[in-house]
C-alpha cells in the first residue's frame, strides 16, 4: 500500500528540479514508455494538487539501474483506500485540503 500511496501523491506534486535524462531514462525502460511521455505527464502535471516545498528532486538516480521517490507524502494528513473487484485496473485519487 505504500507504494500505492507513495505514487499518488507523487502523480499530484509539482517538481520544482528538472529530472536529469537518466531517471527518465531508467523509467522509460523499465515501464515500456516513452521518454517524453513521461517528462510531461510525471514532472510536469497539468494541475498540480500538491505545491513543492522542497528543492529535493522528486525522482533521482539510485544505485545502478533504480530510481528512488521523495513524494511529499508528509503533507498528507489522511487517507483511506476503498478497494472494488473489477476486470479493469484503474485508480481514482481525490484531494482534499484541510486549510491554507
Known amino acids: 500500500m505504500k507504494i500505492l500511496f507513495d505514487g499518488i501523491i507523487a502523480a499530484l506534486q509539482r517538481n520544482l528540479v528538472v529530472p536529469v535524462d ?14 517524453e511521455l513521461l517528462r510531461k505527464k510525471i514532472f510536469r502535471p497539468l494541475s498540480p494538487a500538491i505545491m ?7 525522482v533521482a538516480p539510485y544505485r545502478e539501474h533504480g530510481v528512488q521517490w521523495h513524494p511529499a507524502d508528509d503533507k498528507c494528513e489522511d487517507c483511506t483506500f ?19
Not at 28 to 33: A, L
Not at 87 to 97: G, K, R, S, V
Request: glycine share 4%; aromatic share 8%.
Open 22 to 35: 537518466e531517471v527518465v531514462l531508467r523509467l522509460s525502460r523499465k515501464h515500456g514508455v516513452e521518454a
Open 52 to 58: 513543492a516545498t522542497r528543492k529535493a528532486p522528486l
Open 82 to 100: 476503498v478497494v472494488s473487484k473489477s476486470d479493469t485496473a484503474f485508480c481514482d485519487a481525490y484531494l482534499f485540503p484541510i486549510g491554507d
